[in-house]
């Protein structure tokens, strides 16, 4: 390879870096945004309609998981690359214009906004893992490259809580979408620079379509029974991943008496707090991918999954009996200060900050057990799951629809069921019960 290829290909690998940060940095918008539209006067204080946002941006997957896999085989790595970049920076885009309009019509744009966003991140999905791999010349190189990857993903999905709930403090009836407008520029420049360089670099797909779509297969990933309860445990895995620490930025933003706090009249910045909070959440399940990588070898995937799951249901269980009286002192960082400090949340809170740690395994757990023996239907499978990711909008509305009606803590049952649910996919739904039909 000549130093200008190598050249090209370092910065290639460091754009997909920043698109791999920019994918969870886009998706984790949705539930401290929705802070802000819930406490507009039209919406009311609903946390349907507050959540509503980050739906929309899964409920994209629904119908651009397949295709996606299709277009990167179709028009190639790069190709598919540029069209995420483009879709995502206008996505962003409008959901900042959102904030021109306000009430009822700006929500609608902002909705707009979060639903082609949903679009970009689905696309990117697809395409950065595998191109990665192929940046780094498959084998172990290609694996760094993604797990680098994947810390900077978590990294970013730490942030952006954090970052958001800085800039609103506390949220308010005037609080504007024009309050958060740090983060929109911020995304729009890494697209606009990411489509910009990913244009200039040449980038050689490797040879594709080996299996096509005249393929004709006697059966499919739906023969399975172990891959069909797993695609259901990833349709709820991804909702408690997603809806856990959503609900908990909502739960510690409200300063009315249903909200987190006892005396909600003396908490300043609970905006703040909330996003910091769940960042801690997310910076929890960083932790956990990287100790897991450490024990993976040792440790089936089996065996993780009945434990997090196990000690999940106890964290969650804890988490919805005891009284929000019962506090305890927690750390937690101002992004915009660089400062770190003490306060005091409700137990509950950080039972459910450490349910971070029992989640960051799951997807690959339950990727590798629902796969196992599928050989050729693999493929397929990989793309039914890149939809089932919808689940991160379905199951985080169902809570909310329950938190108005009964209170925050109480609704949390819904993630109660979901991980008693994958609870049993490990233990028992996760067997190859169809060994008999034939996958080379």
């Not at 909705?111 to 082609?116: C, N, R, V």
Request: some cysteine; charged content about 10%.
């Amino acid at each position: 390879m000549s130093q200008k290829q190598q050249n090209g290909s370092v910065i290639a690998i460091v754009t997909m870096f920043f698109l791999y940060a920019m994918i969870s940095f886009v998706t984790n918008l949705g539930a401290p945004i929705g802070v802000i539209w819930k406490n507009q006067p039209e919406i009311g204080g609903s946390n349907v309609l507050g959540i509503m946002g980050n739906f929309m941006n899964f409920f994209a997957y629904l119908f651009m998981g397949i295709p996606a896999g299709k277009m990167l085989t179709k028009v190639g790595y790069k190709k598919t690359a540029l069209i995420g970049i483009a879709v995502g920076f206008f996505g962003v885009l409008i959901q900042y214009l959102s904030g021109f309009s306000g009430g009822i019509p700006g929500f609608c744009v902002y909705l707009l906004g979060a639903f082609i966003s949903g679009f970009s991140v689905c696309i990117l999905n697809t395409v950065v893992n595998p191109m990665l791999n192929l940046l780094g010349g498959g084998g172990n190189r290609g694996n760094q490259l993604n797990m680098i990857g994947g810390t900077l993903n978590s990294l970013s999905g730490t942030l952006t809580p954090m970052l958001v709930g800085a800039l609103i403090g506390t949220v308010t009836a005037n609080t504007q979408m024009a309050d958060v407008n740090l983060v929109m520029y911020i995304a729009m420049t890494v697209f606009a620079l990411a489509f910009i360089i990913l244009n200039f670099i040449p980038i050689e797909d490797p040879e594709m379509g080996k299996v096509t779509s005249e393929t004709k297969f006697e059966h499919s990933p739906w023969s399975f029974r172990h891959t069909l309860l797993g695609v259901i445990a990833i349709f709820v895995y991804v909702g408690v991943e997603v809806g856990i620490p959503g609900g908990m930025n909502f739960y510690l933003s409200d300063t009315t008496a249903n909200g987190a706090w006892v005396n909600p009249e003396a908490i300043a910045n609970a905006a703040t707090i909330g996003g910091a909070v769940a960042a801690m959440y997310w910076l929890l399940m960083l932790v956990g991918r990287m100790v897991a990588g450490t024990i993976a070898g040792k440790v089936s995937s089996r065996q993780m999954m009945l434990a997090t799951t196990a000690v999940g249901m106890i964290l969650i269980v804890a988490a919805i009996l005891i009284p929000k009286s019962v506090t305890v002192t927690m750390p937690i960082v101002d992004i915009m200060k660089f400062e770190v400090y003490s306060v005091m949340v409700p137990l509950s809170v950080l039972l459910l900050v450490l349910v971070g740690l029992c989640t960051s395994v799951m997807w690959a757990s339950i990727f590798n057990l629902a796969t196992e023996g599928l050989g050729k239907y693999t493929a397929q499978a990989s793309g039914i799951f890149m939809m089932m990711v919808v689940g991160g909008g379905v199951l985080p509305v169902v809570q909310n629809f329950f938190a108005d009606i009964m209170g925050y803590m109480p609704s949390y049952f819904v993630y109660l069921l979901a991980m008693a649910y994958m609870f049993y996919y490990a233990l028992i739904g996760c067997k190859n019960v169809n060994k008999d039909i034939p996958v080379d």
